[in-house]
């Protein structure tokens, strides 16, 4: 089965800095890879998500990079904000299959005032 | 859209007792994920269903754990005798489950389980 692995799992930056997280992932046929957020005692919130025929997507301060070769995909946070600190948690699967989503472990996210 | 609904928010079962834990999807959705969270880790998957099937299982605990998502009505995860180890919040989730948007999932508040 597919496994995903995020690495670093805490990450720490200046306000204003950027941020990147990054994902490595097992299986080639996985072809959709979302982010999500989670805030402390809440539910994970997806960010932004990216399928296999793509390779860059951007929404405001948030854009995901995949390579398909190397089987990993990033989170790029620009101009971070104290707002930002969260888990962070990436995953894959197979669109258009009965196929769940495999999670990393999460990274927790430190934005420093 | 009220989005994917759980309840109870907080439950506190003691050794023993079973506790049940309810999800309704997002209008829609016709499946319907289980994910289970220890404090300070990741998501755990621990099943999909369909309207009335079960699709994979294979993260579910073979004893005590059970779930169903019937032809009406909410989806229930249901763990009997729980114990301390169960301690956990609980994720629903639901998708469209085909077409090109039909991998999204969408996650519910979550049902904070605690074992006494």
């Known amino acids: 089965g597919e496994n995903v692995e995020q690495h670093p799992s805490t990450l720490s930056v200046q306000e204003g800095d950027s941020a990147v997280i990054k994902c490595t992932y097992s299986?080639?046929?996985?072809?959709?890879f979302p982010w999500y957020k989670q805030e402390l005692g809440k539910r994970p919130q997806l960010i932004i998500d990216?399928?296999?025929?793509?390779g860059e997507k951007k929404d405001q301060r948030i854009a995901v990079t995949l390579n398909k070769t190397a089987k990993h995909f990033s989170l790029h946070i620009t101009e971070t904000q104290p707002e930002d600190s969260a888990v962070y948690f990436c995953?894959?699967?197979?669109?258009?299959?009965?196929?769940?989503?495999?999670f990393g472990k999460g990274i927790t996210l430190s934005v420093r005032p | 859209n009220a989005g994917v609904m759980q309840n109870p928010r907080h439950l506190v079962r003691r050794r023993g007792q079973e506790a049940r834990l309810r999800c309704s999807p997002m209008?829609?959705?016709?499946?319907v994920y289980w994910y289970r969270q220890l404090p300070e880790e990741g998501l755990k998957f621990m099943v999909y269903?369909?309207?009335?099937?079960?699709?994979?299982e294979s993260g579910m605990p073979k004893e005590r754990f059970s779930a169903e998502f019937p032809k009406e009505g909410p989806s229930i995860l249901r763990i009997q005798q729980v114990v301390r180890g169960d301690s956990a919040a609980y994720f629903c989730?639901?998708?469209?489950?085909?077409?090109?948007?039909?991998?999204?999932?969408?996650f519910g508040e979550g049902s904070w389980l605690t074992v006494v």
């Open positions: 989730a639901s998708s469209l489950g085909q077409g090109a948007l039909g991998n999204t999932i969408y």
């Open positions: 990216i399928r296999s025929n793509v």
């Open positions: 269903l369909q309207k009335e099937n079960i699709i994979d």
């Open positions: 209008k829609g959705h016709s499946h």
């Open positions: 299986d080639s046929a996985s072809n959709y």
């Open positions: 995953a894959a699967s197979i669109s258009g299959a009965n196929s769940k989503l495999t």
